[in-house]
């Protein structure tokens, strides 16, 4: 090899492995961030229904403030280079949507949408060679979610919110039609869809065991029908 | 829209949405295949390239032409060939276009780096040196220079540390011809530089380092396989005289070079000969060892 071509051959790898040192910081403040969400978020299942908007509001903050990172991860990662670093920082930024979604399902009932999860984090669709959201992270932390949902639904219980486990029913039964429309090849994701199967039957049992005495009302397809009506 | 448990809206959108991924999904997916059955094929074809420089060079080595005329000509005939594998990518670009290589880069990397140690075979035999990174890149290109995808320097560096086996091999199987030894200390001493010459990119290439150690048996294989004249090992033809051997044997002999080479020549038949002997004789005492457990 020539020496020139060697050098630059030397001095292009070294450029990799800078990018991929400021990468790894960003990723490690994000990690902050997220354990910090989650450590709150952990608090769900023993607060109640009425102390829940606080617990909520205090994590919205640290959220939204994933975006300085995304930010300059799209200012770091070079041009259409995206898919080359992703996987430095997915499960990140997965447990970052998770956050969000669930905030977002615990405050309205609704699902958040990929585009407005993007939108949170702050990743713009101008950056879309360089900073993502990819459906396969946002499918995972829907995952998430319905992990997370299946162990409330029994907390609720216990904090004497009856409700709480039939609206989770309802909710999750959703994403499960969803997830079925998806032609899942064998990996981590269909693994992961999978073993939802459990949490729902958990989640059933605990609706059984409301409907069974009373606790709640179930709502019966005719009654559904109605309130779509 | 209020917001109430499941709302039709939100239900409709929820089912909405993941149709769009669902779609996204098999798309991607088939673009997954596409690129893996394409990989596939261009290993095959690169590998038959491999073979028929490796023919051609030996081919040539009896006839009257010239060595480095010969060289040339069978580099022109793999480049001829390496066309077909030019044309693959061509058509391969629109599934690579933009951020879409790198997310498919796993599945393009092992064609690719079969086809740079055919291509990087060819410019040897054509140049005796080594391409580089941007004449690898010019090959897969359109003619008014927009890349089919960007080549990356672990690909390229890959497929080169895959050409010092191919050069192996090349200087081993001719050593017999004229001018063979010749030959293969050229080869030896290049492989070596190359073997150095990557030595300090290990650490940035993973997979690097694996084929460095490949490299040094090569070496090894050339440099330093002396006894392998008198004392066949079980790695049979490939490990025959090497460089070491050649220097020390020639000592030997105050013969003009013609002559000593038509001794190496002659030696290494028999020891062709020999060592089938050796490992037809080997095979037989382990079925005899194999008949005394059974008597026990």
């Known amino acids: 090899m020539e020496s ?35 450590g709150l978020l952990n608090k769900i299942h023993s607060t109640p229904a009425d102390a829940m908007p606080i617990l909520i509001d205090s994590v919205r903050p640290i959220l939204l403030s994933c975006r300085d990172v995304t930010t300059t991860l799209a200012r770091i990662i070079p041009e259409n280079q995206f898919w080359r670093w992703k996987d430095m920082w997915s499960n990140s930024i997965r447990t970052a949507v998770f956050a969000a979604i669930l905030i977002e399902y615990l405050s309205s009932r609704t699902l958040l949408s990929i585009a407005q999860s993007a939108e949170i984090l702050g990743i713009t669709a101008d950056w879309s ?5 990819p459906a396969e992270d946002y499918l995972h932390a829907l995952i998430s979610l319905v992990n997370e949902l299946s162990r ?24 499960f039609a969803g997830f079925s429309v998806l032609n899942l090849k064998n990996d981590a994701l269909r693994r992961r869809f999978d073993s939802l199967k459990y949490d729902i039957k958990k989640i059933e049992e605990v609706v059984y065991d409301v409907s069974l005495r009373k606790l709640a009302e179930v709502p019966s397809p005719k009654s559904v029908e109605s309130s779509i009506g | 829209m209020a917001t109430t448990t499941t709302s039709p809206s939100s239900s409709l959108t929820v089912l909405q949405s993941f149709d769009v991924f669902g779609a996204d999904l098999d798309d991607h997916n088939e673009r997954r295949e596409r690129l893996i059955k394409a990989s596939r094929d261009i290993t095959n074809l690169s590998k038959k390239v491999i073979f028929l420089l490796h023919r051609l060079a030996r081919g040539r080595a009896d006839s009257k032409v010239d060595e480095r005329t010969s060289y040339k000509q069978a580099a022109q005939q793999g480049y001829e060939k390496l066309r077909e594998i ?6 391969l670009q629109p599934e690579l276009e933009s951020e879409r290589f790198w997310r498919y880069q796993r599945q393009v990397s092992p064609g690719l780096q079969e086809y740079i140690e055919a291509l990087s075979f060819a410019h040897y035999l054509d140049h005796g040196s080594l391409i580089t990174f941007d004449e690898v890149q010019k090959t897969l290109m359109t003619p008014e220079g927009v890349e089919y995808f960007p080549l990356t320097l672990s690909d390229y560096l890959l497929g080169l540390s895959d050409l010092t086996g191919e050069l192996m091999r090349f200087a081993i199987s001719g050593i017999a011809n004229k001018g063979g030894r010749k030959r293969a200390t050229e080869v030896c001493a290049f492989v070596r530089r ?35 004249l008198t004392e066949p090992s079980a790695s049979g033809f490939f490990s025959t005289p090497a460089a070491y051997a050649i220097v020390v044997r020639s000592s030997e002999y ?9 001794i190496v020549a002659q030696s290494v038949s028999n020891y062709n000969s020999y060592s089938h002997e050796t490992r037809g004789r080997r095979r037989d005492g382990l079925t005899g060892s194999d008949d005394e457990d059974e008597a026990m």
């Open chain 1, 4 to 38: 020139s071509e060697l050098e630059r051959i030397n001095y292009l790898l070294d450029r990799d492995v800078d990018i991929r040192e400021k990468i790894k910081e960003q990723v490690n403040e994000l990690d902050k961030k997220t354990r910090v969400m989650v």
């Open chain 1, 129 to 133: 060679d360089r900073m993502a959201l």
């Open chain 1, 152 to 175: 409330l639904a029994v907390n609720a219980v216990t904090l004497g919110n009856f409700e709480e486990p039939i609206k989770i029913s309802l909710f999750v039964k959703e994403l």
């Open chain 2, 86 to 91: 030019q044309d693959l990518y061509a058509k």
């Open chain 2, 194 to 228: 190359c073997k150095s010459d990557f030595e300090g990119m290990t650490p940035y290439i993973r997979e690097l380092r694996k084929k460095q150690s490949v490299t040094t048996q090569s070496l090894e294989k050339i440099e330093d396989d002396d006894g392998a």
């Open chain 2, 254 to 262: 105050d013969l003009p070079p013609e002559i000593l080479e038509d």
